[in-house]
């Protein structure tokens, strides 16, 4: 019996890879069909492929939680009919999506492989050919069983809530410091096949909701009360990840934790993620831990900042009523994202 092809569904959501320059030389999105005729070696490959456009192609600095829905929703629609999924976007939020998605997809038994380029696939020295080839590769399933969310850039396949954009000029844009790199394409696409993800025994469920009542306070020296109890202070906050410094330490200063602790008493949950881009969270560690870890700040441990806020908004948006939960989940791997547990 004739064996069929894999299949392959490409969704695509803009970003400098399908972009075209207007007559003042600013990047736009542009239409689907043009990537694949700037690829014509897809043409080519041993497996089949399909794509989808979302409605609005857009600069990923315009994505949204219900955009993230929407390439969910597809990917969700499609799931049995395609080996895996590839998403063409822009790469300034791509970690953000990459981490969104793989909270969504509970038991993903596929790849969903997120993709971009620092410059058009118009352009002749373009990263993008490149990117997106591999990309199908790893998604078509033939060479490794990859059932998570990933990020493939420029040789690396890396956990997608484990990335992070460090670079808008190298085509090496991005890095996944505690975390390695799940495969790397030279001659071969080499897969690290103990750093997957275990293929899941119960079945996919996807999760939709997300929670946007929450926010980010970056810590500096310096910061004053009246920036942080305004940021404490937002109207119907749910949530708020610090980001504090080293190993997740803050002022000890009386009315910094106190602000903290009154936001914490009226129900907003505090993650403290830390601004190094290497290592963990660890309470305690330090003396300028410790009042936090009294007052009922989570712990990140080595969570992205991306994967941080992402999450938040997925437990808020899914166990709306149920604090105690979200802060346990918060401590621990949902997807991979942490280390430890
Ligand atoms: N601004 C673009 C975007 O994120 C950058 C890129 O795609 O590389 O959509």
Redesign the pocket.
């Known amino acids: 019996m004739e064996r069929m092809n894999n299949k392959v569904l490409i969704v695509y959501t ?4 399908g972009m075209v320059q207007d007559e003042n030389g600013s990047l736009h999105p542009f239409a689907l069909d043009r990537i694949i005729d700037a690829v014509p070696q897809l043409k080519a490959c041993a497996y089949d492929i399909d794509s989808v456009t979302l409605d609005n192609i ?4 315009n994505m949204t939680p219900s955009l993230w829905v929407d390439i969910a929703e597809i990917i969700e629609r499609e799931y049995e009919r395609y080996d895996g999924f590839v998403v063409l976007h ?5 970690a953000y999506t990459a981490s969104a998605l793989s909270f969504m997809f509970k038991n993903l038994g596929k790849p969903i492989v997120l993709t ?3 410059l058009p696939l118009g352009m002749l020295r373009s990263d993008g050919r490149e990117n997106i080839i591999c990309a199908l590769e790893v998604a078509s399933g033939r060479l490794a069983r990859v059932p998570e969310v990933c990020i493939f850039f420029e040789s690396h396949l890396y956990r997608g809530n484990r990335s992070t954009k460090t670079s808008a000029e190298n085509f090496d844009a991005f890095e996944s410091y505690n975390y390695p790199s799940l495969a790397k394409a030279g001659i071969n696409i080499t897969f690290k096949e103990h750093l997957l993800l275990p293929l899941p025994a119960e079945p996919l469920t996807v999760r939709k909701g997300f929670d946007r009542r929450v926010a980010i306070l970056k810590l500096f020296p310096g910061i004053t009360e009246a920036v942080v109890r305004s940021v404490l202070a937002t109207p119907d906050l749910q949530g708020v990840v610090i980001e504090t410094y080293g190993s997740g330490n803050a002022p000890t200063d009386g009315w910094f934790i106190d602000a903290l602790e009154a936001a914490i008493q009226r129900g907003v949950i505090v993650l403290n993620v830390t601004q190094c881009k290497a290592g963990a969270v660890k309470m305690r560690q330090y003396a300028a831990s410790c009042d936090l870890d009294r007052i009922g700040v989570v712990g990140g441990g080595d969570i992205t900042i991306e994967a941080a806020i992402t999450k938040l908004m997925y437990l808020l948006g899914n166990f709306p009523s149920d604090k105690e939960h979200i802060k346990i989940r918060l401590g621990q791997s949902l997807r991979g994202e942490i280390t430890g547990n």
């Open positions: 803009g970003g400098t890879i857009i600069d990923s600095s822009g790469t300034d939020t791509m971009g380029s620092q």
